[in-house]
């Protein structure tokens, strides 16, 4: 039991009610699943041990997601497809598992080296596909953005968002809702948000929905220590 | 009406906790709205990471779902926050399953549990679209029902409600559930509320308060033949099934556990506790019934800690049986156990040291009164010695930190007794300092006593607001120390507990009036407006005092006799005379002490059912 012989990578979706659950939330659910599931879980030592797992990316309340994606560390080894066959028999409302996969136990946390992630943006807005080109145009002709956000204790704390945008388009629309895709740097050294970019795009939005479409790992970075 | 999912996202993009709104956690079900043939809405008038943590909805959800034909879902109380965007978009009040109005269902059914969260209810059924007045709803659905222990005075809420189950809703619910199902089927969309409330009135355990019309002395008088004299408290003679299905919440609730009841009522007969008295008689869960139900939660949860549920855990007969009998089928697995209500004993010690091996919770125990006088009074049957030897078993067991709760403005109390409790405090303090040969940590909470309808004690005053203010400087000034920590009550929250749950039919005007001036959520120290509630007593007319601080005379009528608990009044009133003489009552399993249960409850010839602790 002290040394997890078998580490699984998990890739789910959340929708429905789970869009308003923290990551805090969503361990519980994770621990409560697997339980229920019957799945060997690893703990950690100590004072309070808790289940070994990690999130590569916590989502931010409100959005929803294709490409949740976290490792889980298991004290016997498990048949894959029975492992995931139990997942999904025990999974509520909003969660769906897509892929279960191994993963080397030594392999770098799935968060390390996390370097962007793609969102589809759904935003009412009354104002035209030129407007808004226009406005992402204007957008990612900034060589800086400056924004603030609220650090935990509630100071708020300035950074330039624009470095964390890799790309914004306009991918369509239908009435008054129109769809961007929008890929930001995502991971260990800062993570850019889809509705900062609404916001700073300066258009009248009413309704905005985001959803997670896609995680990319890079090749090329830092090693875990 | 239905909520649609967007509508229900557009309303909670600016909302705190949004979990507590969107419903469809594991094992919550959601049956087809039109093929039900009842349709019932278990209502929590208060927020819903506090409802959630109710065993008795929780019972009643599962027992109602077991009926193909009949559909329950939830609604709790929601936040001022989502109260504002709900009526800001016209929202009414909807059930978390299906997104329903409250008001398109048959049966809106309100937990009455807390004085303090009264003025929830009409503000959910103001938020529902329904007149919060029984008198202002014509028609016969949905027909607006209460339950649980707040109905055991049901006067300061009588206006507001059709009818009110007295007593444990497992046996009276399918009844009533089936009896609104036979005056659909039999009397259609156009029956008569009339008609509907004599076929609840005809059930036992049915209380319907347009039936009686108050007196001027505070009781209520019968106003014809539908009417009995008096309602009397249904029991259930055996505990019903363990909800071993029980919804798991996504978001933290207060207990965040697997609950099992392993036992009902308690035996002990303290003279201030009203939850002694009326969920009599005790009712143990058997041992293996008690062990294969916590096998089932827990798989049907994945809950890493589950609680034995009663009013006296040390008090059922095979505890140490139950509780090995967890760890050994769970042995590996990281279940922790807990076990509220623990006794002052020994026995509790080895208990308690059996389901903590990290010692990480502190050690709990209440002596309430901090002289010897003063626990004869209330009965609660603990000397200094067994509460000494207690603590020192707990410290030397490795706990640093134990919690003590004490009451004051108890019956006959002095400011002598008062310096006593701070004298005990200090005893513990200096005891665990020698046991653990460190500083530890003794946690005091005192709250204010408050006398309540149906115990031996519902005749004395509730204290005054300068003795108990007088009495918590006392204990500020004598009972300090290192790792001491006091917390106490707040008087306004005790004085408007007090005036509610001992206040008769004319306190729902003022309750109503409270409402409309803003109050809400009095529980809540952030919406707490104690002067909104002076304001409603003056408007009508209303002196508190004539509840509150008024010790009634043994012949008066009391509101809540109308509600007959199967506890006898000529009991109370000897547990009363006795109190008085700090004459102690013993156990009522060792020796009958009358209190009238098994008179009421029993027929003749027949025995208490086996599950049973009385003699």
Same mark, same amino acid.
């Given at each position: 039991?002290?040394?997890?012989?078998e580490r699984?990578?998990?890739?789910?979706g959340?929708?429905g009610?789970?869009i308003?659950?923290?990551?805090?939330?969503?361990?519980r659910?994770w621990?409560?699943l697997l339980?229920r599931a019957?799945?060997?879980l690893?703990?950690?030592?100590?004072?309070?041990?808790h289940?070994r797992?990690?999130f590569?990316?916590?989502? !931010?309340v409100?959005?929803?997601?294709?490409?949740?994606?976290?490792?889980?560390?298991?004290d016997?080894?498990?048949?894959l497809?029975?492992?995931?066959?139990?997942?999904?028999g025990?999974?509520p409302?909003?969660?769906?598992?897509?892929?279960?996969?191994?993963?080397?136990?030594?392999?770098?946390?799935?968060?390390a080296?996390?370097r962007?992630?793609? *969102?589809r943006?759904?935003?009412?807005?009354?104002?035209s596909?030129?407007?808004? @080109?226009?406005a992402i145009?204007?957008?990612?002709?900034q060589t800086?953005?400056?924004?603030r956000?609220v650090?935990?204790k509630?100071q708020?704390?300035?950074?330039?968002?624009?470095p964390l945008i890799?790309?914004?388009r306009h991918?369509?629309?239908?009435?008054?809702? %129109?769809r961007?895709?929008?890929?930001?740097?995502?991971? !260990?050294?800062g993570s850019?948000?889809?509705e900062?970019?609404?916001?700073?795009?300066?258009?009248d939005?009413?309704?905005v929905?985001?959803?997670r479409?896609?995680l990319?790992?890079?090749?090329r970075? +830092?090693?875990?220590? | 009406?239905?909520?649609?999912?967007?509508?229900l996202h =557009?309303?909670?993009?600016?909302?705190?906790?949004?979990?507590?709104?969107?419903?469809?956690?594991w094992?919550?079900?959601?049956?087809?709205?039109a093929d039900a043939?009842v349709?019932l809405v278990?209502?929590?008038?208060d927020?819903? +990471?506090?409802?959630?943590?109710?065993l008795?909805?929780?019972i009643?959800?599962d027992l109602?779902?077991r009926h193909? @034909?009949?559909?329950? +879902?939830r609604? *709790?109380?929601?936040?001022?926050d989502?109260?504002?965007?709900?009526?800001?978009a016209?929202?009414?009040l909807f059930a978390l399953e299906?997104?329903?109005?409250?008001?398109d269902?048959d049966v809106?059914g309100f937990?009455?549990?807390?004085?303090l969260?009264?003025?929830?209810?009409p503000?959910?059924?103001?938020?529902a679209g329904?007149a919060?007045l029984?008198?202002d709803?014509p028609?016969?659905?949905p027909?607006?029902?209460?339950?649980?222990?707040?109905?055991?005075?049901?006067e300061?809420l009588?206006?507001?409600?059709?009818?009110?189950?007295i007593?444990e809703?497992?046996?009276?619910?399918p009844?009533?559930?089936?009896?609104?199902?036979?005056f659909?089927?039999? =009397?259609?969309?156009g029956?008569s509320k009339d008609?509907?409330l004599?076929?609840?009135a005809?059930?036992?355990?049915?209380?319907v308060?347009?039936?009686?019309a108050?007196r001027e002395?505070?009781?209520?008088?019968p106003?014809g033949?539908?009417a009995?004299?008096s309602v009397?408290?249904?029991?259930?003679?055996r505990?019903?099934p363990?909800?071993?299905?029980?919804?798991?919440?996504?978001?933290?609730?207060? %207990?965040?556990?697997?609950?099992v009841e392993?036992?009902?009522?308690?035996?002990?007969?303290?003279?201030?506790?009203q939850?002694?008295?009326? *969920?009599?008689p005790?009712?143990?869960r058997?041992v293996?019934?008690?062990?294969?139900?916590?096998?089932e939660?827990?798989?049907?949860?994945? %809950?890493?800690e589950?609680?034995?549920?009663s009013l006296?855990?040390?008090?059922h007969?095979?505890i140490?049986?139950?509780?090995?009998?967890v760890?050994?089928?769970?042995?590996?697995?990281r279940?922790?156990?807990?076990?509220?209500?623990?006794?002052i004993?020994?026995?509790?010690?080895?208990?308690?040291e059996?389901?903590?091996?990290?010692?990480?919770?502190g050690f709990t125990?209440?002596?309430?009164?901090?002289?010897?006088r003063?626990?004869?009074v209330?009965?609660?049957?603990v000397?200094e010695d @067994?509460l000494?030897?207690t603590?020192?078993?707990?410290?030397?067991a490795g706990?640093?930190?134990?919690?003590?709760?004490?009451?004051?403005?108890?019956?006959?109390?002095t @400011?002598d007794?008062?310096l006593?409790?701070?004298?005990?405090?200090?005893t513990l303090?200096?005891?665990?300092?020698?046991v653990?040969?460190?500083?530890?940590d003794?946690?005091?909470s005192?709250?204010?006593f408050?006398p309540k309808? %149906?115990?031996?004690?519902q005749?004395?005053?509730?204290?005054?607001?300068n003795?108990?203010?007088?009495?918590q400087?006392?204990?500020?000034?004598?009972a300090?120390g290192?790792?001491?920590?006091?917390?106490?009550?707040d008087?306004?929250n005790?004085w408007?507990?007090?005036?509610?749950?001992?206040?008769?039919?004319?306190l729902g005007r003022?309750?109503?009036?409270?409402?409309?001036?803003?109050?809400?959520?009095d529980?809540?120290?952030?919406h707490f407006?104690?002067?909104?509630?002076?304001q409603a007593?003056?408007e009508?007319?209303?002196?508190a005092r004539?509840?509150?601080a008024? +010790?009634?005379?043994i012949?008066?009528?009391?509101?809540?006799d109308?509600i007959?608990?199967?506890?006898?009044?000529?009991?109370?009133?000897?547990?009363?005379?006795?109190?008085?003489?700090g =004459?102690v009552?013993?156990?009522?399993?060792? =020796?009958?002490?009358?209190?009238?249960?098994?008179?009421a409850y029993?027929?003749a010839g027949?025995?208490a059912?086996?599950?049973w602790r009385?003699?």
């Open positions: 039991m002290d040394h997890p012989v699984v990578r998990v890739t789910f959340l929708s009610p789970l308003y659950a923290s990551v805090l939330d969503l361990g659910l621990e409560r339980r019957g799945v060997p690893a703990y950690t030592q100590g004072y309070s041990p289940p797992f990690q590569a990316s916590p989502l !931010p409100g959005y929803s997601s294709e490409c949740e994606v976290m490792d889980i560390w298991l016997r080894r498990v048949d497809k029975e492992l995931a066959r139990k997942m999904v025990q999974s409302a909003g969660l769906t598992v897509r892929e279960v996969a191994e993963v080397p136990l030594p392999a770098p946390y799935p968060q080296t996390l962007a992630a793609e *969102y943006v759904q935003l009412e807005s009354p104002a596909v030129a407007e808004i @080109d226009a145009e204007r957008l990612l002709a800086s953005i400056e924004r956000r650090r935990k509630g708020l704390q300035s950074y330039d968002l624009r890799h790309s914004v991918e369509g629309v239908d009435g008054n809702r %129109h961007l895709w929008v890929d930001v740097q995502c991971g !260990p050294r850019g948000r889809p900062e970019i609404v916001e700073a795009m300066g258009v939005a009413s309704h929905a985001i959803h479409i896609r990319v790992w890079g090749e970075e +830092e090693k875990q220590a | 009406m239905q909520l649609s999912e967007e509508r =557009e309303l909670l993009a600016n909302v705190q906790k949004p979990l507590r709104y969107v419903g469809q956690e094992n919550s079900i959601t049956k087809e709205w043939s349709r278990l209502a929590y008038p927020l819903y +990471e506090i409802g959630m943590s109710n008795g909805l929780a009643l959800y109602v779902n193909d @034909d009949w559909l329950v +879902e609604a *709790y109380a929601p936040w001022t989502m109260e504002a965007a709900m009526r800001a016209g929202v009414p299906s997104r329903r109005a409250v008001a269902f809106v937990s009455l549990q807390y004085e969260n009264y003025t929830n209810v503000n959910m059924l103001d938020l329904l919060p029984a008198a709803r028609a016969a659905l027909v607006v029902i209460g339950g649980g222990s707040g109905t055991y005075n049901p300061p009588a206006d507001l409600f059709d009818a009110m189950v007593g809703g497992e046996e009276v619910l009844e009533l559930l089936a009896a609104v199902e036979a659909k089927a039999e =009397e259609g969309a029956g008609a509907l004599r076929r609840l005809a059930i036992e355990g049915v209380y308060p347009s039936h009686y108050p002395d505070g009781s209520v008088t106003l033949e539908d009995p004299a009397r408290r249904r029991i259930a003679r505990l019903g363990v909800p071993t299905r029980p919804i798991v919440p996504t978001m933290q609730v207060v %207990h965040d556990r697997a609950v392993i036992q009902r009522g308690c035996s002990r007969g303290c003279r201030f506790c939850a002694g008295m009326i *969920y009599r005790v009712r143990e058997p293996t019934e008690v062990l294969d139900a916590v096998d939660v827990l798989a049907n949860t994945g %809950h890493t589950v609680g034995l549920l006296s855990s040390s008090d007969s095979g140490a049986e139950i509780v090995q009998g760890l050994a089928r769970h042995e590996g697995r279940v922790a156990v807990s076990l509220p209500s623990l006794r004993d020994s026995f509790s010690v080895q208990l308690a059996m389901i903590q091996s990290t010692r990480k919770t125990f209440a002596p309430e009164a901090g002289s010897q003063l626990r004869d209330i009965n609660k049957g000397t @067994d000494l030897r603590a020192e078993a707990a410290f030397s706990w640093n930190r134990i919690k003590v709760y004490f009451m004051i403005g108890l019956p006959t109390e @400011d007794d008062v006593e409790m701070a004298r005990l405090i200090r303090q200096a005891l665990g300092r020698k653990r040969g460190r500083t530890v003794i946690g005091v005192v709250s204010t408050v309808p %149906h115990t031996p004690f005749w004395a005053p509730l204290a005054e607001r003795t108990i203010e007088r009495r400087a006392l204990l500020r000034e004598h300090r290192r790792g001491i920590h006091l917390s106490w009550s008087w306004d005790t408007l507990e007090a005036l509610l749950s001992r206040g008769d039919r004319r003022v309750l109503l009036r409270a409402w409309q001036l803003g109050a809400r959520f529980a809540w120290s952030e407006r104690p002067d909104l509630w002076r007593l003056e009508e007319g209303i002196d004539a509840y509150t008024r +010790e009634r005379c012949d008066e009528p009391l509101p809540w109308v007959d608990m199967g506890v006898r009044r000529a009991y109370l009133l000897r547990e009363w005379q006795r109190a008085a003489c =004459e009552t013993g156990d009522c399993r060792d =020796e009958c002490r009358g209190c009238g249960i098994m008179a029993v027929s027949d025995g059912d086996a599950s009385c003699p």
